[in-house]
């Protein structure tokens, strides 16, 4: 499933910390790893106060001891490092690693968030959100440490957190993530949200309001409807694999986005997958994405799969 | 008590009263449901009662007293049809209208409908405006521009869950709501005439007649029936039947209770507007500029500022259902969607166009809601025809008795359009 990872890198430790859960990817499935820079025209030195490459010369060096200093802190040799520099000036940076995705053929790409932030963060994407919409390929996205930067290798991927839709719009993603619970040996919880009364949008908000009674029992509803839907995907995940996986289901009640973190927080996930429609900015605003909403909150790295 | 909680406790309320195993009175029976009915009933009255609800006491006393108990019956009928629709087959009613409808009146339908959400849409706004205009002393043009930037702001804010801005919003709407019923405890209306011309039907002149029609359209809501409809829209499919008729009863619950409060509310209005208005010779004065002035008996001076805070929160508060019955509409019919913030970009041109042609919004607000009215016979026939469809509707499909009444509704709706219709042009061809 990742025969080819592609891990963008600029010259940032922000950057850099795409690397160990990049690795444990590569590892588990025996993927090659494909660490990548694009020259910018008229790069600058530092970009948030972190160094950035601006030549090629630079980058060859910079890429060459990154791979020397991932296979010195990799468990293991399962899987092969390449380098992968592109050639001439590109003003888009997003852009010119959308070009390569077709040179390529990466099946997923690794990104730190970094950059923008804030009002210009929630308006336009950030570079790996533009990636995603653009690319039409998995984004794997790790939100920048509060904390002193640390290379992490110790830290296994255990738990995977996979939210779904009542509608069943996004149960593509249910494939990826039984098939990473698998190769990372890893426990996998299915989580529906119900909103609740409060906490409905769009459409339904309206009838919260004129039929609060209805509305209520409705959720209830399908709060055990979902219950039941949950444990038929359970079901056939242990059909589907010959190696047994923990699959644990979840119905919350409440806002999606934040009974997401939650259930993240209590089960101590390692990864959230989800799948997405790839609007970003505000498009992703106006329609409520969920996705969208997830990749700006959370703090656990987020696979995002495309519908 | 957790959200959850309180909700099951609500449910399990419910579920006794429906199963009759509560020992308690009726009204102590309805008690624990009072509160949430009460604020869905707020929700039920926009500024498009408001205006017919003034005009109609001021020029005609107690005369469409009637209007409002038979509007407020028959909303009743449809709205629970409507969300029964949805109940039962988990798709809403523009969505039923496509797949079984012929493509050309699928599109003509799909029209009529945006032109209601858009009448739906043009009555809150201008509610709105006209309260911002009251409030502040601005133009109503300067006013008009608030309201389109609040707006959009309280669309943006719902995207964030703001439900908390809602609860602010009915709370204002409930205040007036209250000192209406107050109001007729010591107002002192003529009561025999307020029972006589509740029950006796009377016309007196076509534009009585536009202002019944506006009522019903105010209170039956064409827009509400395709909204309610999409009550289990994008939700998993529930299929026990028994589960889904005690939803159906728990609906019947929310709508009788609601519309019931709120059609003590437009009464309470009607009845107001006429003691004020009517009884002293001044039928000429029923805006909403001056309608502040049937509030001043129970709140003095204050009556001026809480009658403006109200008709601009209650316009605000509804600014999303036309929005949101536009967005449902336009999926139903034609399998299609826009973004929601052009969807209220569009809408509020009629709006604006109206403001910046110095039309008088009470009259305006009127027309939306007899062109709502107008656009009710393409809602309610639809709907009777599919709730009436045993194959469709399963356990839940329409008794002898509602398809009676169903059809004696649209019938009624229907002679009623017709009527102003020629009333109207009476003149011109007379």
Redesign the interface.
């Known amino acids: 499933m990742l025969a080819k990872i592609l891990i963008p890198l600029d010259g940032s430790q922000s950057a850099e910390e795409a690397l160990p859960i990049a690795v444990q990817l590569a590892e588990a499935y025996a993927s090659k790893l494909i660490l990548f820079h694009g020259i910018e025209s008229n790069a600058p030195a530092k970009i948030h106060g972190e160094r950035h490459l601006q030549s090629r010369a630079e980058a060859e060096v910079y890429l060459d001891t990154c791979k020397a200093f991932l296979l010195q802190y990799a468990a293991s040799d399962r899987f092969e490092i390449a380098v992968h520099i592109h050639e001439s000036a590109i003003d888009d940076i997003g852009r010119g690693i959308i070009d390569h995705i077709s040179e390529l053929e990466p099946d997923l790409i690794v990104m730190c968030s970094h950059g923008k932030k804030g009002i210009r963060k929630t308006m336009l994407g950030s570079l790996p959100l533009q990636i995603l919409k653009m690319g039409k390929i998995p984004v794997l996205l790790v939100q920048p440490s509060a904390l002193e930067l640390k290379l992490e290798f110790s830290r296994p991927i255990r738990t995977l957190l996979l939210p779904l839709d009542s509608a069943s719009r996004h149960d593509n993603a249910l494939i990826t993530a039984s098939n990473l619970a698998q190769h990372l040996t890893a426990e996998l919880t299915l989580l529906t949200v119900v909103p609740t009364v409060s906490t409905q949008k769009s459409i339904h908000s309206h009838s919260s309001l004129h039929m609060p009674l209805s509305t209520r029992m409705s959720l209830e509803m399908e709060s055990a409807e979902i219950a039941r839907h949950l444990s038929e995907h359970r079901a056939l995940i242990h059909n589907e694999f010959q190696n047994p996986i923990s699959v644990h289901t979840l119905v919350a009640r409440g806002d999606i986005v934040r009974q997401i973190q939650a259930t993240a927080a209590s089960l101590q996930a390692c990864l959230i997958v989800v799948g997405t429609h790839r609007k970003i900015g505000m498009e992703a605003f106006w329609d409520d994405s969920i996705a969208f909403r997830l990749a700006l909150a959370t703090t656990l790295p987020l696979l995002l799969i495309p519908v | 008590m957790a ?2 909680e309180n ?2 406790k ?2 399990n309320q ?1 579920q006794d009263i429906l199963e009759g195993n509560s020992k308690k009175g009726f009204f102590a029976r309805l008690l624990p ?1 009072m509160g ?2 009460f ?2 009933s707020v ?2 009255v926009d500024p498009g009662n408001f205006a017919t609800n003034i005009e109609s006491g001021a020029k005609f006393g107690y005369v469409l007293l009637w209007v409002i108990l038979a509007s407020n019956l028959m909303a009743m009928l449809i709205q629970t049809m409507s ?1 029964k629709l949805g ?1 039962a087959t988990g798709s809403n009613l523009a969505e039923h209208c496509r797949l079984r409808f012929p493509r050309w009146f699928v599109f003509i339908l799909w029209l009529l409908m945006e032109v209601v959400a858009m009448a739906t849409d043009l009555a809150e706004f201008l509610g709105a405006a006209v309260g911002f205009n009251l409030l502040l002393g601005i133009p109503l043009g300067l006013a008009a521009v608030l309201t389109a930037a609040t707006t959009f702001i309280i669309l ?1 804010l ?2 964030y ?1 703001f ?1 908390s801005l ?1 609860a602010v919003i ?1 709370g204002f709407v409930s205040v007036i709501a209250i000192s209406y019923i107050i109001e007729l405890a010591i107002g002192r209306p003529d009561w025999s005439q307020v029972w006589v011309h509740t029950i006796i039907p009377q016309f007196k002149g076509s534009e009585s007649v536009m202002l019944a029609v506006g009522i019903l359209g105010a209170t039956v809501m064409p827009h ?1 029936i395709y ?2 409809s ?9 299929r026990d039947p028994v ?1 889904l008729k ?3 009863h ?2 019947i ?3 009788v209770v ?1 519309m019931g409060i709120a059609s003590m509310v437009n009464g309470a209005m009607l009845i107001m507007s006429a003691a004020t208005f009517n009884s002293r010779g001044m039928v000429q004065v029923g805006t909403l500029e001056q309608a502040y002035i049937t509030l001043e008996p129970l709140l003095g001076k204050a009556a001026s500022w809480v009658f403006a805070l109200s008709l601009l929160f209650s316009g605000l508060s509804s600014a ?2 036309g929005t ?1 019955a536009g ?2 509409i336009m999926q139903g019919f034609m399998n299609f969607e826009i ?3 052009l969807r209220r970009i569009i809408t509020m041109v009629p709006s604006i166009v109206i403001i910046i042609l110095g039309v008088d919004p009470t009259k305006a607000l009127v027309f939306s809601q007899v062109l709502l009215s107008f656009g009710l016979p393409f809602a309610i026939i639809p709907l009777l025809v599919f709730t009436s469809d045993k194959a469709l509707m399963g356990n839940l499909v329409n008794r002898r008795s509602t398809k009676i009444l169903g059809i004696l509704v649209a019938g009624i709706i229907v002679v009623l359009n017709i009527y102003l219709i020629i009333r109207v042009f009476q003149p011109v061809t007379g």
Request: hydrophobic share 55%; charged share 20%.
């Open positions: 959200a959850t909700d099951k609500l449910q419910a449901f949430p009915a604020i869905a929700a039920y969300a109940i943006a719902e995207r869950g439900r809602e009915t509400a909204l309610h999409a009550l289990m829209q994008d939700r998993i499919g529930v589960l005690k939803l159906f728990f609906e619950i929310d709508v609601a999303s259902v949101m967005q449902v973004p929601v913030w």
